[in-house]
C-alpha cells in the first residue's frame, strides 16, 4: 500500500524523514514493547505502528529494518527523532488515531500483519 | 579490523549509537544483509543492557572475512544468576527503562537466537562480559 494512502485512511500526517525508493510499505506490526519488535524476522516493506514516541523507537527501527512508523495517539515526534530517522532512509508519520483505530482502518484496507 | 567504542550507563540518547556504527561497517563490506540484521539486533540489545544495567561498558567489535567477534565488558551489578537471566520474561529493568520499550525480559534469549555463539560471564558487584560471534558462511540460518 502506497504511504500516501495509508495518511489518508488514518488522517495522519509526514512528520519527517524519508523513503527514497518505493514509497510504501506491504506488512505491518503494532507494538509499544521495543523488545518484541526486536524480534521480528525478515522485515521487508514493513511498518510499525505504535504509541511509543521516543528516540529509542527509532534505534529499534534501524535495527530491525523498517522502513516507515506511524505514532498514535496524537504522539509527537521530536527533532532528534527526525534527524535519525533521515539518516536511516525512514520516514514518521503521526495521527491522533489510537493504535486500535490505526490499526483495524489499515487491516481492513488490505494491509498484511507480519505475524 | 578491529573497533572499540565506550558505552556509559545511563545514557540513552547515545543508547545504540555503537549498533548503528557496526551496521554501516558491515554493510560497507558486503556482509549478507541477513547476518548484518542479526547482529546488529543481538548488539543493539547487548547495549542497551549495558546502558540500562551497567555503570560503564566497553564493546570491542573483530570483524574477520568470515565471522564477526563482539565481546562487551562492563562494570556494573553483575547478574548473579545467569540461567534464569536467560529465561524469557525474566527482567530486573527499572520503570525507567520500561518506558523506553524495553525490560521485558527478552533481550538474552533474543540475543541467543540471532547468535552463532553467546557466551555471558558474571560477577556481583564487578560486571559482566558477553562475547558473541556470528559466521559469514551460512545466511540460510537466519531464516529460522
Keep these: 500500500m502506497k504511504l500516501e494512502d495509508i495518511l489518508r485512511l488514518v488522517d495522519g500526517k509526514v512528520k519527517g524523514g524519508s523513503i527514497a525508493n518505493e514509497p510504501e510499505v506491504d506488512k505491518v506490526f503494532a507494538s509499544d514493547l521495543m523488545s518484541d519488535v526486536l524480534t521480528i524476522k525478515n522485515a521487508q516493506k514493513l511498518m510499525l505502528i505504535t504509541g511509543l514516541c521516543n528516540l529509542q523507537t527509532i534505534r529499534t527501527c534501524e535495527m530491525a529494518e523498517i522502513r516507515a512508523v506511524l505514532f498514535v495517539r496524537g504522539k509527537k515526534v521530536t527533532e532528534d527523532m527526525v534527524e535519525l530517522a533521515e539518516e536511516n532512509d525512514m520516514l514518521l508519520m503521526e495521527t491522533d488515531y489510537s493504535l486500535f483505530r490505526a490499526s483495524g482502518i489499515l487491516y481492513q484496507a488490505g494491509l498484511q500483519p507480519l505475524y | ?144
Design chain 2, 1 to 144: 579490523m578491529n573497533f572499540e567504542y565506550k558505552v556509559e550507563g545511563g545514557d540513552f540518547s547515545n543508547a545504540g549509537s555503537t549498533s548503528s556504527a557496526v551496521k554501516r561497517i558491515m554493510k560497507q563490506i558486503g556482509v549478507d544483509p541477513s547476518i548484518v540484521k542479526r547482529t546488529v539486533v543481538a548488539l543493539y540489545e547487548a547495549e542497551v543492557n549495558i546502558v540500562a544495567h551497567a555503570y560503564r561498558g566497553v564493546i570491542s567489535v573483530d570483524l574477520d572475512e568470515d565471522k564477526i567477534r563482539i565481546v562487551l565488558d562492563d562494570e556494573g551489578p553483575g547478574i548473579p544468576d545467569i540461567a534464569q537471566a536467560m529465561v524469557k520474561g525474566y527482567s530486573t529493568a527499572s520503570p525507567e527503562v520500561r518506558e523506553m520499550g524495553f525490560g521485558a525480559g527478552m533481550g538474552l534469549p533474543n540475543m541467543q537466537s540471532n547468535m552463532d555463539e553467546l557466551k555471558v560471564d558474571s560477577v556481583v558487584g564487578k560486571g559482566t562480559r558477553v562475547e558473541m560471534v556470528n559466521y559469514f558462511s551460512h545466511p540460510e540460518q537466519t531464516q529460522a
